[in-house]
């Protein structure tokens, strides 16, 4: 098993920065995938950003130029730079992780959320 925790949420006014963490803890060996997804109100949860063991990373188009997702493998944590921020951004955030301890077989993992609200 896997327990993810995030921390930086908040509430900032448009244009300003968050940076949101997220340790692992547990079985932490194999996770090959982690990342962040979001969900506003009345919304389905997206995907924001992932990144690899490797640090090959993935960006949804609406945070590509603004956020910056990275991880420090030794600590099993990842994070999120979050910079010049939007009032649509304003969200849910939820930590991700996906272990692969064998082949063709994935476990999935979520964190508890962190509320980000961006003021106008």
């Known amino acids: 098993q896997v327990q993810l925790v995030e921390s930086g949420g908040g509430l900032v006014q448009a244009g300003g920065s968050l940076r949101l963490s997220c340790a692992a803890s547990?079985?932490?060996?194999?996770?090959?995938?982690m990342g962040w997804y979001r969900q506003a109100p009345e919304k389905q949860r997206q995907l924001v950003a992932t990144?690899?063991?490797?640090?090959?990373?993935n960006y949804a188009d609406s945070v590509k130029g603004r956020f910056t997702i990275s991880r420090d493998n030794a600590k099993a944590t990842v994070y999120l730079q979050m910079n010049s921020l939007k009032p649509e951004d304003t969200a849910v955030y939820y930590c991700?992780?996906?272990?692969?301890?064998?082949?063709?077989?994935?476990?999935?993992?979520w964190g508890q959320g962190t509320q980000v609200t961006v003021s106008s």
């Open positions: 991700n992780a996906k272990r692969s301890p064998y082949v063709s077989y994935w476990e999935n993992y």
């Open positions: 547990g079985t932490t060996s194999s996770i090959n995938l």
């Open positions: 990144i690899t063991t490797g640090g090959s990373t």
